[in-house]
């Protein structure tokens, strides 16, 4: 995993030359914009994301819970490799596998909790505040602004 914080976001304005850069701020507000609004955004309480993974020749389930302002449950489970979990309540982050529960400290305690952080994209300067400008990229032949912490 990337040590940092990566954000590209689909540009919503042209390319500005290398002194015109815009600021975390603009491209931060572009994406609220761009993701529905504050307003919007903030409505929603609950979010449930499914998915399959191909993994090792088998595919697998993927399901993430989450409640607002910072509850996040993660599941995963494999034919070959069994079940997996990945949690926070609010105050404790834990992970399941074949070997147990284990209570999570310190650095992974901290990344579980802007992880569950439910309005983390409208957070993105508390989370990250030395979030940064790194000048724009094309992704998918759509031209975006990179931010890093």
């Keep these: 995993m990337l040590s940092g914080f990566l954000l ?3 540009a919503a304005f042209p390319a500005r ?3 015109d850069a815009p600021s ?3 491209v931060v507000n572009k994406f609220v914009e761009a ?6 955004l903030e409505k929603i309480k609950a979010r449930t994301i499914k998915g399959d993974l191909d993994f090792l020749g088998s595919t697998s389930d993927w399901v993430m819970y989450a409640k607002a302002p910072n509850k996040q449950v993660s599941e995963f489970s494999n034919p070959t490799l069994g079940a997996f979990a990945d949690g926070f309540d609010g105050t404790v982050a834990w992970s399941k596998d074949q070997s147990g529960i284990r209570v999570k400290a310190g650095e992974e305690l901290a990344k579980s909790k802007r992880d569950a952080d439910f309005y983390r994209h409208l957070n993105l300067k ?3 505040p030395d979030l940064a400008y790194k000048g724009s990229d094309k992704l998918d032949g759509e031209e975006v602004r990179i931010l890093e912490s």
């Design 8 to 10: 590209c976001l689909a």
């Design 17 to 19: 030359a290398a002194d």
């Design 24 to 26: 975390v701020d603009s």
């Design 35 to 40: 993701s529905g609004g504050r307003a919007a």
């Design 126 to 128: 508390k989370l990250y």
